[in-house]
């Protein structure tokens, strides 16, 4: 497990934490994180054989894993899932799908099957959880991304569903504060190593677009792993309701780059 952190060490033992999402990309890296801060994990996600490599990492560096194969969609099959982990802290809300294509020709089924993952999901994952949650100390922290806010070419179908989470995850703090259940988003923006970034920026803009970053680079999987952990850490026991970037400052600079990379005018 390659996960590293800033934070002292085991902050979330004796904690259980669920990610959805969790067999690659950003929701793997999370569940690596808390897992190696003592919590013990569960891994849901529809491709059993992600899950158990990403648990095997986990074992490897003696921490704790579960691994449930489920789509988020399927509320049943979650339900069964989350009940199957039992008393639960934590709630990680990774699980996402998405692809390019400009609103004209994207399908509604396309448009509906991007909802489905990102915004039901997470309302289905957060409403399975609940009754495993409430308790003091307990958090949600759901993954959304800056195209909820910066108008992004060929991601209306993402936007929207970003968009989603975030209004979701203002209520829900809204609603299950008085339950002692914390609920908080993380919005990434180029990460470093994820499918998302490699659809968003492929072949030569990759480079291109990292110069167009303020901070003059992507960023990592274990940057947005350790916001998530202090969202859910003792650090962050008065946060609720909030969305936090990660995105080295390009929300700033709207959606320029992407216009110019879809007009094939990105500038070297």
Not at 33 to 56: D, M, P, S
Not at 178 to 194: S, W, Y
């Amino acid at each position: 497990m390659q996960a590293t952190s800033i934070f002292a060490p085991n902050l979330l033992a004796g904690k259980s934490a669920l990610v959805t999402g969790g067999g690659s990309g950003i929701g793997a890296g999370i569940a690596k994180l808390l897992a190696a801060h003592g919590a013990k994990v569960a891994l849901v996600g529809r491709t059993l054989a992600k899950l158990e490599n990403t648990a095997k990492e986990i074992e490897a560096a003696g921490g704790k894993a579960s691994c449930h194969a489920c789509d988020v969609r399927d509320y049943p099959a979650l339900d069964t899932a989350v009940t199957s982990v039992g008393a639960l802290d934590i709630l990680i809300n990774s699980a996402a799908g998405n692809f390019l294509s400009p609103a004209a020709s994207l399908s509604a089924n396309g448009f509906r099957s991007v909802i489905d993952i990102d915004l039901c999901g997470t309302f289905n994952a957060c409403r399975a959880s609940f009754q495993h949650l409430v308790k003091p100390g307990a958090s949600i922290v759901s993954i959304t991304a800056t195209q909820a806010h910066v108008p992004t070419p060929m991601q209306v179908h993402a936007g929207a569903a970003k968009a989603g989470i975030e209004k979701l995850t203002r209520d829900l703090a809204l609603e299950w504060g008085r339950f002692g259940v914390r609920v908080n988003a993380v919005a990434p923006g180029p990460i470093e190593g994820t499918e998302g970034m490699s659809r968003l920026a492929p072949g030569g803009a990759e480079d291109m677009l990292k110069k167009r970053v303020p901070l003059g680079r992507y960023g990592a999987i274990d940057e947005v792993a350790s916001a998530v952990l202090y969202l859910v850490s003792p650090a962050g026991t008065f946060i609720t309701g909030s969305t936090l970037l990660i995105d080295g400052g390009t929300s700033l600079i709207g959606p320029g780059p992407f216009l110019d990379m879809m007009m094939g005018t990105l500038p070297t």
